[in-house]
């Protein structure tokens, strides 16, 4: 059985329907935040950490820099898909 972990789709723009996840940024971290406001990031350095943060609403840095997207973005709780297990 094979885990999908978080991630989710750019919405719109040029790389529309791109995949995304978590954006592990230089120190190692994950971040969320209620806002995109770095005084208000919390960094997660555990991925396992992250669900449980998202589903108190706050909004997750994803990325994909080997499909062309490399800066990270906000995304809402609403917009993530959660791990499901997936049966060969």
Do not use: Q
Not at 39 to 62: C, F, H, N, Q, S
Request: zero cysteines; charged letters at 25%; a positive charge.
């Amino acid at each position: 059985m094979r885990m999908m972990k978080l991630h989710a789709f750019v919405a719109r723009g040029p790389g529309k329907g791109t995949l995304l996840f978590p954006h592990r940024h230089e120190d190692g971290a994950f971040v969320v935040s209620p806002t995109r406001f770095e005084r208000d990031y919390v960094r997660v350095t555990d991925e396992a950490k992250l669900l449980p943060l998202i589903e108190t609403g706050l909004k997750l840095r994803m990325s994909n820099a080997a499909e062309g997207a490399a800066a990270p973005r906000l995304i809402s709780p609403e917009k993530i898909f959660r791990p499901v297990a997936i049966k060969p």
